[in-house]
């Protein structure tokens, strides 16, 4: 049977509007590489395949593509078995954050992903899912728990774009996985605490399984105490 995911890549890869073509490529390149959608070492779309479904020209994506090589995150390979590929080691986020975090935009962005994460395993849980489905959300929990320091954060953001993927909200996945950038954007600020992610991993394995078992009001609280602990941590060390 086949899956009725509403993939996160379908989510990334959407037409970018018109009046800032080449940013909103860079930045939805980049959410599909930070947020784990392509993986390290994996390959980009073809350029052909990107531009059609971005709406945008090939000179455009080519030139985002080379920002992003510039920047450490994609390299590209001639010859037959070429292509852009995510790099096997991304940039260190902590050497590019600056600035001071402003206490409304951090409350702003905990809010909306409090709502749409809870919200997403809801309606996960509430859904008949497919085998395919309950393998993509075991896998990717799988995955999540098996990560070091080093990939931690990208398996986890994989993992919640899983359950929303398997909401077959196309709206939802695009939602969360912009949310989900906003909250990384955040958590690049802070240390990775070896504790924490034991215990998220606890946490991630009770919302999969309220999932899997059918349980809507489950997952949600499930769900609410894991994003309740990420904001707490947050607040901790940027508020």
Same mark, same amino acid.
Request: one cysteine or more; aromatic letters at 4%; glycine letters at 8%.
């Given at each position: 049977?086949?899956?009725?995911?509403?993939?996160?890549?379908?989510?990334?890869?959407?037409?970018?509007?018109?009046?800032?073509?080449?940013?909103?490529?860079?930045?939805?390149?980049?959410?599909?590489?930070?947020?784990?959608?392509?993986?390290?070492?994996?390959?980009?779309?073809?350029?052909?395949?990107? @531009? $059609?479904?971005? !709406?945008?020209?090939?000179?455009?994506? &080519?030139?985002?593509?080379?920002? /992003? *090589?510039? %920047?450490?995150?994609?390299?590209?390979?001639?010859?037959?078995?070429?292509?852009?590929?995510?790099?096997?080691?991304?940039?260190?986020?902590?050497?590019?954050?600056?600035?001071?975090?402003?206490?409304?935009?951090?409350?702003?962005?905990?809010?909306?992903?409090?709502?749409?994460?809870?919200?997403?395993?809801?309606?996960?849980?509430?859904?008949?899912?497919?085998?395919?489905?309950?393998?993509?959300?075991?896998?990717?929990?799988?995955? @999540? $728990?098996?990560? !070091?320091?080093?990939?931690?954060?990208? &398996?986890?953001?994989?993992?919640? /774009? *899983?359950? %929303?993927?398997?909401?077959?909200?196309?709206?939802?996945?695009?939602?969360?996985?912009?949310?989900?950038?906003?909250?990384?954007?955040?958590?690049?600020?802070?240390?990775?605490?070896?504790?924490?992610?034991?215990?998220?991993?606890?946490?991630?394995?009770?919302?999969?399984?309220?999932?899997?078992?059918?349980?809507?009001?489950?997952?949600?609280?499930?769900?609410?105490?894991?994003?309740?602990?990420?904001?707490?941590?947050?607040?901790?060390?940027?508020?």
């Amino acid at each position: 049977m086949e899956s009725s995911v509403v993939s996160a890549n379908e989510a990334l890869f959407r037409p970018v509007r018109a009046g800032n073509a080449f940013e909103e490529t860079v930045e939805r390149l980049l959410q599909a590489v930070r947020l784990g959608v392509v993986g390290a070492g994996e390959r980009l779309p073809s350029e052909r395949e990107l @531009a $059609e479904r971005l !709406g945008v020209s090939r000179v455009t994506l &080519r030139e985002a593509i080379r920002a /992003l *090589a510039d %920047a450490g995150y994609v390299v590209s390979r001639r010859g037959r078995y070429g292509g852009t590929f995510v790099s096997d080691v991304l940039p260190d986020p902590a050497e590019r954050v600056t600035g001071e975090i402003d206490g409304t935009e951090l409350e702003d962005a905990l809010c909306l992903r409090y709502v749409l994460e809870n919200g997403a395993a809801e309606a996960a849980a509430a859904r008949t899912l497919s085998p395919a489905d309950r393998q993509h959300l075991t896998g990717t929990l799988a995955e @999540a $728990e098996a990560a !070091g320091l080093a990939d931690y954060r990208r &398996r986890d953001s994989r993992l919640h /774009l *899983a359950i %929303a993927e398997v909401t077959a909200s196309g709206s939802l996945t695009t939602a969360v996985a912009d949310a989900r950038t906003r909250v990384n954007q955040l958590l690049d600020r802070i240390p990775l605490l070896e504790p924490n992610l034991g215990h998220s991993n606890v946490q991630h394995q009770a919302i999969v399984d309220a999932i899997l078992a059918g349980d809507p009001a489950a997952a949600r609280q499930a769900m609410a105490e894991h994003v309740e602990g990420t904001a707490s941590l947050l607040r901790a060390f940027l508020a």
